[in-house]
């Protein structure tokens, strides 16, 4: 029975890219019994990534795009690809900056075929990366999984293949705020993971600023980890600290030191009220944004025969 499966391809200023990912994909998604097509998810591109997808989709049918009316992050880009694929029995999700190597595609069907329903990817390692970025990203998967009950692999990409069961249990979840990683984890199902070397980019830079992953990073332990409950009771500990020091100086009448440590502390306390309140503003927002439940995109241009929602 011939199954049909898509590959999802998030794009943001990705026009020295796309037909360089193309010609590369095109070369794994040849089977008997599975009819491929690609789908190129415009994620609001300000240069000419459009129109790269545009004419690859006059010369080849199979492929498919969707245009968002902005940029509103990958992660949105993903879940539009997600929700236009509800007739497939696979879906793979790949960038097309050719740092998730295509040829893995094979591997994955092959692990399809033994019964797996989901088949991600990893790197071996972090070498290439730019230290500081390495060094927060593996600080973010301690602290993560040390305070989840799913916990995540260190190094896991958003390049994977999913069955349709997958796909259906992934768009059950309403949550505005998505961590993709935390909600594959948190479906279960059987899994199998591929890992692979470090791959530098060909052209252009990455979208993700140091900014976007550590917003990434609070919405994942938002969402799916307990780490923020640890906060309130670190803040108490320090007080309970604090006054029984500030009992020692006054006991011992070392009232020079004392004020200066007095003042210290009045520092410290805005500084710790200051970050509790930002958190807590923070949840608060993002829990508004949930109950307004807004669009999570918006399209502006499909190809004719993309069918959403």
Known sequence: MMKKARLIVPAYNEEENISLFYQEAIKYLKYDDIEFDILYINDGSKDNTLSEIIKLSKIDESVKYISLSRNFGK??????????????????????????????????????????????????????????????????????????????????????????????????????????????????????????????????KSSWSFKSLVKYAFNGMNQFSTILLVLPVMFFFLGIALVGLDLVLYFTSVVSLSTMILTLHMSLLVLVMSIFAYVTIYILYSNRKQIMNRPIYLVEETSEDINIG
């Not at 230290?131 to 896991?156: C, E, S």
């Not at 768009?171 to 899994?191: A, E, H, M, Q, T």
């Open 75 to 204: 992660e949105a880009a993903m879940h539009a690809g997600l929700e236009s694929s509800k007739d497939k029995d696979f879906i793979i999700i790949i960038d097309c900056d050719l740092q998730q190597p295509p040829h893995l595609i094979t591997d994955m069907i092959k692990y399809y075929r033994e019964g797996y329903k989901i088949v991600y990817t990893k790197s071996k390692s972090r070498k290439g990366e730019p230290k500081v970025r390495t060094f927060f990203a593996n600080l973010f998967y301690k602290i993560y999984n040390a305070y989840t009950d799913r916990p995540l692999d260190n190094g896991a990409k958003d390049f994977q293949l999913m069955d349709k069961i997958i796909v259906d249990a992934f768009l059950k979840i309403k949550d505005n705020y998505r961590f993709i990683k935390g909600i594959f984890s948190w479906v279960g199902y059987p899994r199998k993971c591929i890992e692979y070397d470090f791959i530098p980019r060909q052209h252009g």
